[in-house]
């Protein structure tokens, strides 16, 4: 799945230490090429709300979501049902609260199929993972059922391997800086007598022996990746604790999360399974699915946390997506209950890169399009060109024709314009990847009434889906094909070059993604407009 892991500040320091213009809707922006730059960091709060800013008025590569809103003033839209295929969602949230779907077919706790849907007492979405917390990758999967006829085996059982030694050796040394942080720590504090201290405070220390000077020079090393000492230990256990995860869950070959929902994940008619429980049974594990629904949709100037892209929304809260991969079976059932209980927009932050029954989630995005839903899917976090590499899902396989006109893939943007403005982890492709939104520093919505920053496509997706529902909001008449061209043709489209997948690769913006577009909100709104005007 992709739920972007924290960005570690000490990571290089494993090595280090020793141990443009619019296409359809003409507005200024074209001139943002040739507008000087912003180099000043930004503010907290301009950082907090820079997905939102616009990109000729800030020279920050927004979506201009708050310019977006002047279009609307005096205009009443409708409300849209926006479903969430996530991790779960803290559905009681003090900015989420206001805007979660409630089934109006549905009598609460009365153990009965009210609406004869298949799902019992499905109040606010459908839990498909029951109690599941943690699950294995996909390929530990494949190298787990062993049979080596699978035309997936070989390359399974290589990708398998290299995670898994990479796991291993990161961990450990993770847990080598971490003893060498304390170590200097401890010494730092006892030479400057402080508890706390700063870096002139340690630069101002006269070693007088060489255990000193190495205490030192860590230490100072360790202030150029972070602010403070206990962010970098903080970063350092968070590190430890994900590749002990990724040992103890996702790459361990006897571990079996599935039992405890006691379904039969290859056979797709063995159905309903899970609960309504959307949240799912560990509060702090829905973090990506709640920081996913408020980029979305998190109430309005309500005085409280932040603004979501769209209001006039209802997120349907469909838990699909563990700490591991998803299941086809999962991910096939969620979109087809969320087009048949009335979303007119779904979101899907997560992916793999192994899909057994990747034919039956091929089969949700075309039965989807029938009941004309507009899907808005992250591109994934691999730094890899998808044109070259299969992600699921995907609306194509090995770069052939589209199976629907319903499918919009998102790569991620960094805050500053200019050459370094797409995420270093961004997968990217002219052929698989149609936009890119802001996907780097997002803050949002977290559980406990608590709010994070978060990075990844899995953030520049619901991004996107937030326009898309602010779009069929105020113009219901437009398809979800119509949707997808306004979000794909109203896009501001950069003249430069940008780096994309490692610092020695190169490629013009406008070959990255099929529209060469950054998603604006702002020129979308002009553009349904009009096409709803049939201009």
Not at 120 to 138: A, C, K, M, S
Not at 274 to 285: A, K, R, S, T
Not at 405 to 430: C, E, H, I, Q
């Amino acid at each position: 799945m992709y739920l972007r892991k924290p960005l570690y500040a000490v990571a290089s320091a494993l090595a280090l230490y020793g141990c443009g213009s619019t296409s359809i809707v003409s507005t200024p922006v074209d001139r943002i090429d040739n507008v000087p730059l912003k180099v000043a960091d930004l503010t907290d709060d301009q950082l907090k709300n820079w997905f939102h800013s616009d990109l000729l008025t800030d020279t920050i590569p927004g979506m201009s979501v708050d310019k977006a809103y002047t279009l609307l003033k005096g205009k009443k839209g409708s409300k849209i049902i926006v479903g969430v295929i996530d991790s779960g969602i803290d559905i009681n949230h003090e900015d989420l609260k206001n805007v979660i779907w409630t089934n109006p077919n549905e009598i609460p706790g009365n153990g009965i199929d009210d609406d004869k849907n298949g799902y019992v007492d499905d109040i606010h979405g459908w839990n498909f993972l029951g109690d599941i917390n943690h699950e294995t990758l996909e390929m530990t999967r494949i190298v787990r059922g062993g049979d080596t006829s699978n035309p997936d085996y070989a390359s399974a059982k290589a990708a398998f391997d290299e995670k898994y030694n990479e796991a291993m050796s990161t961990k450990t040394r993770y847990e080598q800086l971490l003893q060498m942080l304390h170590q200097s720590d401890a010494a730092i504090k006892k030479e400057t007598g402080k508890e706390t201290y700063t870096k002139a405070e340690v630069e101002a220390i006269e070693a007088k022996d060489e255990s000193m000077q190495q205490f030192k020079g860590f230490i100072l090393q360790m202030f150029s990746y972070a602010d403070s000492i206990s962010e970098i230990e903080n970063d350092l256990k968070d590190g430890i604790k994900h590749f002990a995860g990724q040992l103890n869950y996702n790459l361990n070959l006897e571990y079996n999360g599935r039992k405890i929902l006691g379904d039969n994940e290859n056979d797709l008619s063995d159905a309903p399974h899970g609960n309504n429980n959307v949240i799912g049974p560990d509060l702090e594990q829905s973090l990506h699915g709640t920081h996913v629904a408020g980029i979305i949709a998190a109430q309005r100037n309500n005085g409280v946390g932040m603004n979501g892209v769209a209001h006039n929304v209802e997120i349907m809260a469909l838990r699909a997506v563990p700490d591991g991969d998803e299941y086809d079976k999962d991910i096939a059932l969620a979109i087809r209950y969320a087009a048949d209980n009335g979303a007119k927009v779904i979101n899907t932050s997560f992916g793999k890169d192994y899909s057994p029954h990747s034919q039956w989630v091929r089969d949700a995005i075309i039965y989807a399009a029938s009941k004309d839903v507009l899907i808005i899917n992250a591109a994934g976090n691999d730094s890899k060109d998808l044109d070259k590499n299969n992600v699921f899902p995907n609306d194509q396989l090995n770069n052939g024709p589209e199976i629907a006109d319903n499918f919009v893939t998102v790569g991620a943007l960094n805050v500053k314009y200019g050459p370094s403005m797409v995420a270093r982890f961004s997968n990217y492709g002219k052929i698989n990847v149609d936009v890119f939104a802001p996907g780097v520093k997002i803050w949002a919505t977290a559980p406990n009434n608590e709010y994070r920053f978060l990075q990844g496509t899995s953030m520049a997706s619901p991004a996107v889906a937030g326009v898309a529902a602010l779009i069929r909001s105020y113009y219901p008449k437009l398809t979800a094909s119509q949707v997808k061209k306004v979000l794909i043709q109203s896009g501001l489209t950069p003249n430069t070059n940008v780096t994309v997948g490692d610092p020695q690769t190169t490629k013009p913006f406008a070959e990255i993604s099929k529209s060469g577009t950054i998603v604006n909100a702002y020129n979308a709104l002009i553009l349904a407009e009009r096409m709803a005007k049939g201009k």
